[in-house]
């Protein structure tokens, strides 16, 4: 997270800051539990006394807290994917993260686009998996493809050879799968030694996930089998340049910052940080109160808007007196009137080197369609 | 004081209660009858399930989350149903794990059971929603009150403080009571207990019963506190916290037991926030894990007894019966 | 029906490394009495010992034999330096059990806090495939599968026919009397916990050898089915522990085959609490009441 923030307020401060502001990242750790996220917030709350907005967190921690901050008139920036927030009450939550049940039917078209038709089903049963499953089998199953096989896989087993064989037995020409690492590695390193890879569409997102995986079965593998569906990061250029160069810029603040380059949460909260100062300076006003309702006037599209493609860009169009749209390192945000913005997948395949290359997009309308 | 200091002074003070709560509870089980509970957190989470679920409504309502035999009902009838679905729960465990055992056996079958409910847990998502967990839970009595912010944090201090002393009213009658004494020369010498013509299992579910009832309340303030619960943190770790809590302030003594809820739990854990961040992310948390540990030993080795050892008890006379 | 026979092929697999890890746990455990919750987290640091090692070019066989030797090592240490000074100490089974949970999580911590929350792979071939009807085993398997029938066999010939084995059993059985019998209990306490640690090393290696991803709670993940196996057979018994490995690692397999995937290690667990129902010290236990910490 702080390889998207860091990016962001350099580049706002060496234009000037927001308003006269000079912006800077806190950090506080949920330690990956909603009852540890509750103090973990209001304590950020109590000794940050200049709070501007927040980033983050993520999966139910987001549930545990986003209740806080909105009592608070806190604007945040959510970081999950949970289904618990795809009809959003609160005004102050705001979301870049597409939600994990529209990521398995982004899954399914991009596994129908490839020409599948006898695809498996193995998810973890962990919180983002059991999501993407039922809109996954749905929007397959919609689109011509079968689901042979749907397992779910208890996590951090031993093994996984049993169920591979399962897996097997009913022939699938692809393998759709979501787990954590270590399960992920397990179970297709089983796959690769009984019977030999087969394509795997998967949603391997972050350094670690790509360790434990690649690892398992060889970056060779990772680059000829696996393919990962991510939110869409855009060949947009323009921003997401600015941003990998902020980014690689920040060398001293964040430790090897090219390893997050291909990161997809990393532009998401860069482009969050933009979203707030953006709306900050529409809003004339560094409160949260004031500037939230601000926050989809600089981002979403509308005729006669100026599309913006940085922090600098945003607020000299501002200044000016234009309406703006900013296009940001993540993509194109349009958010609806549950302050939700997905707008759409994109397909990756892994290099040697552990870098990206897309393949292709799947843009949000097919999704919805598929989904509908 | 600033709003939202006493947001988080306040939130703390929560913590406080619910994690002195639980530990009179384990004192109860562990401190004052041996027994070495380490799925406490399950019964913690049973409580937690239960409130959630009579608060929530029916779950057809949600869009988003399911769940079995969801109520609306007034406070404090959840946190009352969660101390009966904490006991209840106990009972059934305790009736299978607490016969004939020997202790170290019982610790790995208390693993397994912790085991056992977060994969039923996260397996049957129709039961409490899955790995997911239950979410958006309303708080007690906010609709009829409807007081700001800060002052429904204080309310809460308030309830939770009520339901402290209740608890402590209860576990403090207990353990001075003849059945308080009877647990603790269990807890001692079973075998004397036994030969006494104490029925050395029946007792050690009574207790086990009752430490799961306080459980299963500490539970449901918690959940209706902070409107969400998971599976996804039911570690062996969680509950360790507990124990050092124990250890720390006085095994079997319930004014030592709630010291060290105060100092493990809430000092020395929410202290590690006010630290400037070091390393990559998690290294201060695994750092604080290495801490805890430390202090464990420490205690143990040091003062086993705590910082509040448990009162030597003398009998002038031998007890009648 | 193919994948059943395959699930019992797999279960061999999951067995030996099971059999390893439980026999080692429950050597220690007949000698000395300590129920040593931190042996998933040592499991672990073998693991990381032989990685390094591997990491500097030396072959997985001999990282695995580097690693084993790291666990007999800081087996060794740990009971010299921590239980035995607690035992001696006054404290009782219950207290040594919270200082075995209390060492686990500060080494896994201690790892995570070294090598980092990431995964590590170690640098090797899985080499070919053989093929006995509807079951497969790599290289690496059957090699896994030979490392645990040859430390049966040694465990089974050092406890059998040496005089150490027969100093060990009087041990288990009753120390005090053992001491007075003029056997140097300290001594046969030492190769207890080197014997137990050496096989913990070796469980962690192949373990991770087998998962071919690990971290640094990989073996704490996998430290209840052991004691699950060790328990279910009667603890302290070696031979109780190898029968205890076989049923968990086929029934969790098999479970995985016949009925939903997710409850596997969940059937091997109600199994263990169903036995432990009837026969409450495991099936093959003779003696093993309640006694104190032997140190």
């Not at chain 1, 897996?167 to 270590?182: C, G, H, S």
């Not at chain 1, 940085?310 to 234009?322: R, T």
């Not at chain 3, 070019?57 to 001999?62: L, M, N, P, Q, S």
């Not at chain 3, 497969?136 to 090699?143: M, W």
Request: charged share 10%.
């Amino acid at each position: 997270m702080a390889a998207g923030c860091i990016p962001a307020v350099n580049l706002i401060n060496q234009a000037g800051g927001v308003l006269g502001h000079k912006l800077e990242c806190v950090v506080a750790d949920t330690r990956g539990d909603p009852a540890d996220a509750v103090p973990a917030a209001s304590q950020l709350l109590a000794t940050q006394s200049n709070l501007v907005g927040i980033l983050g967190p993520s999966s139910d921690e987001a549930d545990a807290t986003a209740p806080i901050f909105n009592d608070s008139k806190m604007t945040m920036m959510g970081d999950t994917g949970a289904a618990s927030f795809d009809q959003n009450a609160y005004p102050y939550f705001w979301r870049l993260t597409p939600a994990d049940d529209v990521k398995g039917t982004a899954m399914a078209i991009w596994g129908r686009q490839k020409g599948f038709s006898h695809a498996a089903a193995v998810f973890g049963n962990d919180i983002g998996s059991q999501t993407d499953v039922p809109t996954l089998v749905k929007a397959f199953t919609k689109l011509g493809g079968t689901i042979v096989s749907n397992e779910s896989l208890a996590l951090d087993q031993g093994d996984y050879r049993t169920e591979v064989a399962r897996m097997l037995a009913t022939n699938p020409d692809v393998l759709f799968i979501e787990a954590d690492a270590q399960t992920e590695a397990t179970f297709l390193a089983n796959l690769k030694d009984l019977h030999g890879l087969i394509p795997v569409i998967g949603t391997s997102l972050d350094q670690a996930m790509y360790q434990a995986v690649g690892g398992a079965i060889g970056a060779q593998n990772m680059h000829d089998f696996y393919t990962t569906i991510r939110p869409l990061i855009g060949s947009l250029g323009t921003s997401t340049k600015t941003y990998d160069q902020a980014l690689l810029a920040s060398g001293s603040q964040v430790p090897k910052p090219d390893q997050w380059i291909s990161d997809p949460f990393c532009p998401a909260h860069y482009d969050e940080v933009n979203l707030l100062a953006l709306s900050m300076i529409a809003a004339n006003s560094t409160t949260p109160s004031t500037y939230n309702s601000y926050i989809p006037q600089v981002a979403n599209p509308g005729s006669g808007k100026t599309l913006v493609y940085s922090f600098d860009e945003g607020q000299k169009a501002l200044a000016a007196g234009k309406q703006i749209q900013y296009v940001g390192a993540s993509g194109f945000i349009d958010f609806n009137k549950f302050n939700n913005s997905t707008t759409g997948f994109e397909a990756f395949q892994f290099q040697l080197d552990g870098s990206t290359v897309s393949l292709g997009t799947i843009p949000i309308d097919e999704i919805t369609q598929a989904n509908s | 004081m600033s709003i939202a200091w006493q947001f988080y002074i306040s939130s703390i003070l929560v913590y406080l209660g619910v994690d002195v709560m639980a530990c009179w509870g384990l004192n109860l089980q562990f401190g004052v009858t041996g027994i070495m509970n380490f799925a406490y957190i399950v019964f913690q989470a049973a409580g937690a399930y239960t409130a959630a679920i009579l608060t929530l409504g029916p779950s057809s309502r949600s869009l988003f989350q399911h769940y079995i035999g969801g109520a609306n009902l007034p406070f404090p009838i959840p946190i009352i149903a969660a101390g009966a679905v904490g006991a209840l729960l106990s009972l059934v465990v305790g009736t299978f794990t607490l016969r004939r055992l020997r202790v170290d056996y019982q610790a790995m079958v208390m693993l397994i059971v912790s085991l056992i409910a977060i994969n039923v847990a996260t397996n049957q998502v129709d039961l409490v929603n899955g790995s997911a967990g239950l979410s958006l839970v309303p708080k007690p009595l906010s609709q009829v009150l409807n007081l700001d912010l800060v002052n429904y944090q204080w309310f809460y201090v308030a309830l939770t403080a009520v339901v402290c002393v209740i608890v402590f009213l209860f576990v403090h009658q207990v353990t001075r009571s003849p059945l308080g004494r009877t647990l603790r020369a269990i807890r001692d010498n079973e075998h004397s207990a036994a030969a006494l013509g104490k029925n050395v299992t029946r007792f050690r579910l009574l207790a086990f019963v009752l430490g799961g009832a306080i459980a299963g309340v500490s539970g449901a303030i918690l959940v209706e506190f902070i409107g969400t619960w998971a599976p996804g943190s039911w570690t062996y770790a969680e509950t360790f916290v507990l124990f050092t809590a124990i250890i720390v302030g006085g095994t079997g003594n319930n004014l030592g037991v709630a010291v060290g809820a105060l100092l493990v739990p809430v000092v020395f854990l929410e202290a590690t926030r006010f630290l400037p961040p070091i390393g990559y992310p998690g290294l201060i948390d695994a750092l604080q894990w290495v801490a805890v540990g430390l202090l464990a030993l420490l205690f143990l080795w040091r003062w086993p007894r705590g910082v509040i050892p448990e009162r030597r008890r003398r009998f002038r006379k031998p007890a009648p019966g | 029906m193919s994948v059943l026979v395959a699930s019992i092929g797999f279960g061999l697999i999951s067995t030996s490394i099971l059999a390893i890890a439980a026999v080692g746990f429950t050597l220690q455990f007949g000698v000395t009495n300590v129920f040593n919750l931190a042996y998933g987290s040592v499991m672990t640091g073998a693991a990381y010992a032989a990685y390094v090692a591997n990491q500097f070019g030396v072959d997985i066989w001999v990282s695995m034999v580097l690693g084993g030797l790291f666990g007999a090592a800081l087996s060794l240490l740990i009971n010299r330096g921590l239980y035995t000074p607690f035992a001696r100490h006054g404290l009782g089974l219950a207290g040594i059990i919270q200082v075995t949970l209390a060492l686990g999580l500060i080494l896994e911590n201690g790892l995570q806090a070294i090598f980092g929350p990431s995964y590590h792979s170690y640098q090797m071939s899985q080499g070919p495939s053989f093929h006995f009807g509807s079951m497969v085993f790599t290289a690496v398997q059957v090699g896994i599968m030979g490392i645990a029938l040859a430390s049966m066999i040694g465990v089974h010939a050092l406890l059998a026919h040496t005089k150490l084995g027969k100093a060990m059993r009087a041990t288990a059985a009753d120390a005090p009397l053992a001491r007075s019998c003029g056997i140097r209990t300290e001594f046969v306490t030492d190769i207890a916990w080197l014997l137990s640690g050496l096989l913990c090393g070796i469980a962690g290696v192949i373990l991770v050898m087998d998962l071919q991803s690990f971290t640094s709670t990989t073996g704490s993940n996998f430290l209840v089915p052991v004691l699950a196996a060790a328990v279910l057979g009667g603890i302290g018994q070696p031979y109780g522990a190898m029968l205890g490995a076989l049923i968990i690692g086929m029934v969790s397999e098999v479970a995985a085959a016949v009925t939903l995937p997710q409850y596997k290690e969940v059937i091997a667990f109600v199994i263990l609490l169903v036995v432990l129902l009837f026969r409450p010290r495991g099936i093959l236990a003779e003696v093993a009441s309640l006694k104190e910490v032997v140190a």
